[in-house]
Each structure stands twice: as C-alpha cells, then as structure tokens.
Nanobody
Framework: QVQLVESGGGLVQSGGSLRLSCGASRSIFSLKSMGWYRQAPGKQRELVASTTTGGSTDYADSVKDRFTISRDIATNTVNLQMNSLKPEDTAVYFC?????????WGQGTQVTVSS
C-alpha cells in the first residue's frame, strides 16, 4: 500500500506562485509513476503533470511553461511548482501514484487563484 499526503495549497493572487508537495509512504523508486491531477467544481478530474521512474514528464497543455513537476528522492516527495497562476487554475489538486498496478490518491489540497 501507499499513503500520499499533499501540502502547499492555498489562496494566491493571479500571477502568483505556489508549490505543492506530495509525500509518499514508500520510496518513490518503487512507484511506477506519480502525478498531479486537479478537479474544479462541476468538472472532471484532469491530469496536470506526471513523472515516471524513468524521468519522463508529461504536462497538460494549459500548464506547460508555467508548472514544473519534480521528484525529491531523499524525501520521497513529488513537487509541483506552479508559476503565473490564473483564476482558471482554481481547483482541488490531487496527488496520484501507481504501485504494482494499483492507483493511489491523496486527499487533495485546495488551490484558489483570485483575479
């Protein structure tokens, strides 16, 4: 099993920055992939960014050049640096991990961007 704990959400003005962190209960080397998803009210959950053990990354078109996903092996953490935030980035952000063909989710952290 894998426990995921997100932190770093909050309220920020448009154009500001936030850094989300997702701590995993086991070595991230053992996790096939990790990523960040978000869900806005009335909308489906969508991929924001993901990274694999091989180091490849993937981003939603809407966040490319603004968000950066990274892995901190020493702390078993995956971070999401979010710059130039826009009101449309407002959502609950969830961390996701895949371990032995099972998907695990964190509890989510709220990000609110005011205009």
């Amino acid at each position: 099993q894998v426990q995921l704990v997100e932190s770093g959400g909050g309220l920020v003005q448009s154009g500001g920055s936030l850094r989300l962190s997702c701590g995993a209960s086991r070595s991230i080397f053992s996790l096939k992939s990790m990523g960040w998803y978000r869900q806005a009210p009335g909308k489906q959950r969508e991929l924001v960014a993901s990274t694999t053990t091989g180091g490849s990354t993937d981003y939603a078109d809407s966040v490319k050049d603004r968000f950066t996903i990274s892995r901190d092996i020493a702390t078993n953490t995956v971070n999401l640096q979010m710059n130039s935030l826009k009101p449309e980035d407002t959502a609950v952000y969830f961390c996701k991990a895949v371990f032995e063909r099972t998907i695990y989710w964190g509890q989510g952290t709220q990000v609110t961007v005011s205009s």
